[in-house]
């Protein structure tokens, strides 16, 4: 390619709007993480992650963080988002989102939840963490989300 044709094709590139200009990372050229153990991922990534962790939960439904990945790779652009704009127009959400608060063993009693009143959330999350035989400590850290409030 001739000199005139090289500049041609970078004011070209210059013309684009800034989000297309950028370049995209690659494996080799990955940026780093937004937040301790997240994991950032291309398009292809993602989608290669969401169809192989649906596959995998498909055949082996008792793979949680196959299923949790599953989630994570498929939750954008839509779903995470609408959350989070919906808990922004809450004031209780936004204090979640401000606080961050991670529900633990150390941080609940199931004991207390089990005596809560039958139609409560706090009963029927306790019901439900007996009847799969989980604990809170069950579900491992987010990863794919890239947006570290939105994970």
């Given at each position: ?12 590139l ?7 200009r950028?370049?995209t990372?690659?494996?080799l ?9 997240h ?15 649906a596959?995998?939960?498909?055949r082996?439904?008792h793979r949680?963080?196959?299923?949790a ?14 959350l989070?704009?919906?808990?922004l ?5 936004r ?7 991670r ?6 009693s199931l004991?207390k939840?089990?005596q ?9 999350y ?7 035989g ?6 491992d850290?987010v ?7 939105e994970a």
């Amino acid at each position: 390619m001739d000199k005139s044709a090289s500049l041609r094709t970078f004011r070209r590139l210059l013309a684009l709007p800034q989000p297309l200009r950028q370049r995209t990372f690659s494996i080799l050229n990955r940026p780093p993480p937004n937040y301790p153990g997240h994991v950032p991922l291309t398009l292809a990534e993602r989608g290669a992650l969401a169809v192989g962790s649906a596959f995998g939960s498909l055949r082996n439904p008792h793979r949680h963080d196959l299923i949790a990945a599953l989630g994570e790779a498929t939750a954008k652009p839509y779903f995470i988002s609408r959350l989070r704009t919906a808990m922004l127009a809450n004031p209780t959400g936004r204090r979640i989102l401000r606080d961050r608060p991670r529900i633990t063993s150390q941080t609940m009693s199931l004991e207390k939840l089990r005596q809560l009143p039958e139609d409560t959330v706090g009963r029927a999350y306790a019901a439900w963490l007996d009847r799969e035989g989980v604990t809170p400590d069950t579900r491992d850290q987010v990863r794919y989300i890239d947006d570290p409030e939105e994970a």
